[in-house]
């Protein structure tokens, strides 16, 4: 009988003892390798461009400021009290005196970086910027996959919710950046499909969940109207060109339509005209599914390997005629020396990752392999393909790390029906 006792009880220890050790196990080969950076918020920083040159005098005010001792009232709603310089503003400007006025979003769209300091403005900071091609990302074998990953967004969610716009639904294309990861910082826009009812279906829908209206003003020519969402952060949309709009905050918007203007002389889109302007916050590759950039990169980075991020960074995915898909990416440095270390840095990192058993479980390891770096002058190219299958399963990892609560949602709402009371 004690002998039996004794058996159950070793038996019982041993079982402890595997169980600790496969949990310890378990823990060490799960914790992926620490490359020494981390993600971080850039601080006193912009929406722009790394590389770009610091103007003379750069436009500080927001697109329409309103006279700080001027109300604004009914007759002047409309009026532009920042014309360009020249003899073209005050040409525009007596010909604005002629022109009928228009009071709804209607009327096509006269952006606000046409002329004068704008127009050659290439503003300085730093952008992490997304692009989804919607079309085409419907068609695709990663179209649900997508559409749960917008729908656990956090940016998107608080940014859409109670407007009635579907981004897979509604949007041809969809842009989503921030200069510094703060969400009130965030800028969206688009191509929506059919005509401007669903553009003013959306203020509406917002401004009656908050008990308000939402009137219709002229920024410089730009119909605009406040964004209501559900966050302290006063932003409106913008119609800034034919099918296109913009939300974000009033003081910004001149600043991202010159970055629009930055990108499409970037792109070499021809001529700077107003739609040009507006179409290259959305312009893709062909057969781009998704596209990420991000400016100034080193500034959204920190730890003992920060030199080893780039100043630029473009990732474009598309997918394959066989069904895979495909990933290019293109970092550049400022120098040809800095991209070498780069590459031997990275490639390292592969092979760190490669050999993890929890990336060889998930079956990422021949897709590591098989991922080809070179380097061309200041820039570093990664080039990997992968299943379909491999890919939505990142998508969901994604979606699982975004699909929380957003917290401004709920109480934000409650506070303003609170103050309404």
Do not use: C
């Not at 004690?2 to 378990?26: D, E, F, K």
């Not at 604004?72 to 010909?95: L, W």
């Not at 209607?106 to 004068?116: I, N």
């Not at 040809?336 to 390891?365: C, D, M, N, S």
């Amino acid at each position: 009988m004690a002998s039996s006792a004794r058996t159950v009880t070793l038996g019982l220890g041993i079982s402890i003892v595997l169980h600790v050790l496969g949990l310890l196990w378990v823990r060490g080969a799960t914790a992926l390798p620490d490359v020494g950076l981390e993600l971080t918020r850039p601080d006193a920083v912009e929406f722009g461009f790394y590389d770009a040159p610091v103007p003379a005098n750069p436009p500080s005010t927001p697109v329409n400021p309103a006279p700080a001792s001027e109300p604004k009232t009914a007759s002047n709603a409309e009026a532009d009290p920042v014309p360009a310089p020249g003899p073209q503003a005050e040409h525009k400007a007596a010909t604005r005196m002629r022109a009928p006025k228009h009071d709804s979003p209607d009327a096509d769209t006269e952006p606000a970086a046409k002329s004068g300091a704008l127009a050659n403005f290439s503003p300085r900071g730093a952008q992490l910027a997304l692009r989804l091609d919607l079309d085409r990302v419907r068609d695709s074998a990663l179209s649900e996959d997508v559409g749960a990953l917008l729908s656990a967004l956090p940016d998107v969610r608080l940014l859409l919710e109670g407007s009635g716009v579907v981004p897979m639904r509604d949007l041809s294309r969809l842009f989503l950046a921030s200069p510094d990861l703060r969400r009130s910082h965030v800028v969206m826009a688009g191509r929506y499909l059919g005509d401007d009812t669903l553009p003013k279906s959306a203020v509406d829908n917002l401004a009656r969940a908050r008990g308000t209206e939402a009137a219709w003003r002229k920024l410089r020519g730009i119909p605009v109207a406040p964004w209501q969402n559900a966050d302290s952060t006063a932003r409106v949309l913008a119609l800034i060109g034919p099918g296109l709009f913009a939300i974000t905050r009033e003081e910004d918007l001149a600043r991202v339509l010159a970055v629009a203007r930055t990108l499409a002389s970037r792109k070499q889109l021809g001529t700077l005209s107003d739609a040009a302007a507006a179409q290259a916050l959305l312009a893709m590759a062909d057969g781009e599914l998704l596209g990420l950039s991000v400016e100034n990169a080193k500034s959204f980075v920190r730890g003992p390997h920060a030199e080893q991020a780039p100043n630029r960074i473009q990732v474009s995915i598309r997918q394959t005629a066989e069904g895979s898909i495909e990933v290019e990416s293109q970092a550049q440095f400022a120098s040809a020396e800095q991209a070498q270390a780069a590459e031997l840095f990275w490639t390292r990192v592969r092979e760190q990752y490669a050999k993890h058993p929890l990336v060889a479980l998930i079956g990422l390891a021949d897709v590591l392999h098989g991922t080809r770096l070179a380097v061309h002058d200041d820039r570093l190219t990664v080039h990997s393909t992968l299943p379909v299958s491999r890919a939505r399963m990142l998508l969901t990892f994604a979606r699982d790390a975004l699909n929380r609560p957003v917290p401004e949602l709920r109480s934000t709402w409650q506070d303003d029906s609170r103050r309404q009371e």
